[in-house]
């Protein structure tokens, strides 16, 4: 089955600077890849995501860039901002089969003012 | 429905006392998952749902947990004697699933399980 690596699990950095979270994949038949934000005590929420027949996605201050050949897929997060600390998980999605979606292990944020 | 919905939302129970925990997915959604989130960690993986089946139970973590799914809907996990160790957030999720580059998942506020 999929096997999905994140990386750092823990990121801070200044209000204003750019955060960029990285994640891996092993099936290379994946074409979906989410992105959810979960505040604290609050539900995971999707915030963009990215489909295997483009290679890069902005929305706002996010972007999300996908590179198929290596199997790897970031978020990118520009001025960031002290509502932007929260955890960060990818996820990939397998194709065909039971269409299972694997989280990464998710990527806790801080944003220091 | 107009969201994934879970109850309870809170239990504490007692160790070695069973503990069932509902969730009701989005009307359609015909995938549907549990995972655990222990304070601070990440999205522990249960069980996975496809209607009423349930290809990849491999998250599990004993035979003391066991979840069904009726109708295509509705999902229950169940926590046999129950232990600390369990005390977590239990999250329910479910998505369409009907092309795989459309697989959003939405998830409902959770269940949080004290074992006391």
């Known amino acids: 089955g999929e096997n999905v690596e994140q990386h750092p699990s823990t990121l801070s950095v200044q209000e204003g600077d750019s955060a960029v979270i990285k994640c891996t994949y092993s099936?290379?038949?994946?074409?979906?890849f989410p992105w959810y934000k979960q505040e604290l005590g609050k539900r995971p929420q999707l915030i963009i995501d990215?489909?295997?027949?483009?290679g890069e996605k902005k929305d706002q201050r996010i972007a999300v860039t996908l590179n198929k050949t290596a199997k790897h897929f970031s978020l990118h997060i520009t001025e960031t901002q002290p509502e932007d600390s929260a955890v960060y998980f990818c996820?990939?999605?397998?194709?065909?089969?039971?269409?299972?979606?694997?989280f990464g292990t998710g990527t806790k944020l801080q944003v220091i003012p | 429905g107009a969201g994934v919905s879970q109850s309870p939302s809170n239990k504490v129970t007692e160790k070695g006392k069973d503990v069932e925990l509902r969730c009701d997915p989005i009307?359609?959604?015909?995938?549907l998952y549990w995972y655990r989130q222990s304070l601070g960690q990440g999205l522990e993986f249960l069980i996975y749902?496809?209607?009423?089946?349930?290809?990849?139970k491999s998250g599990l973590p004993s035979d003391r947990f066991s979840a069904e799914r009726t109708g295509g809907s509705v999902s229950t996990l169940t926590i046999q004697r129950t232990q600390q160790e369990d005390s977590a957030v239990y999250l329910c999720?479910?998505?369409?699933?009907?092309?795989?580059?459309?697989?959003?998942?939405?998830f409902g506020e959770g269940s949080w399980l004290t074992v006391v």
């Open positions: 999720a479910s998505s369409l699933a009907l092309r795989s580059d459309r697989n959003t998942i939405y």
């Open positions: 099936d290379s038949a994946s074409n979906y």
């Open positions: 990215i489909r295997s027949n483009v």
């Open positions: 996820a990939a999605t397998e194709l065909g089969g039971y269409q299972k979606v694997t």
């Open positions: 009307s359609g959604h015909t995938a």
């Open positions: 749902f496809q209607g009423n089946s349930a290809p990849d």
